[in-house]
């Protein structure tokens, strides 16, 4: 089963971080992350984008794990966790 995690301040509070990764059966290391940003229409926006990577980093979520969608169409879940 797929698992989507919504927040509005990523990581910020350390629980929710601690939370998500007890959710997952797999060691942050492990964990394949499609982060979906059409939201972030604009360069000023994009600053959020980059620091909710940097907080899956922190997590210990390696950065080539993560996969970056802009455009929801043909978008495949298969190869993720989250």
Same mark, same amino acid.
Do not use: F, M, P, V
């Given at each position: 089963m797929k698992k989507l995690l919504l927040t509005s301040d990523g990581f910020k509070n350390t629980k929710i971080g601690k939370e998500f990764l007890t959710s997952?059966? @797999?060691i942050p290391i492990d964990v394949k992350v499609l982060f979906i !940003? !059409?939201?972030?229409?604009v360069e000023e926006e994009k600053f959020y984008v @980059?620091?909710?990577? @940097?907080? =899956? #980093? /922190? =997590?210990? #979520? =390696? @950065?080539? /794990? #993560?996969s970056w969608v802009e455009n929801l169409e043909n978008v495949e879940v298969e190869n993720c966790d989250v």
């Open positions: 997952i059966d @797999k !940003t !059409t939201a972030s229409r @980059k620091e909710s990577e @940097k907080e =899956l #980093i /922190n =997590l210990g #979520i =390696l @950065k080539e /794990n #993560i």
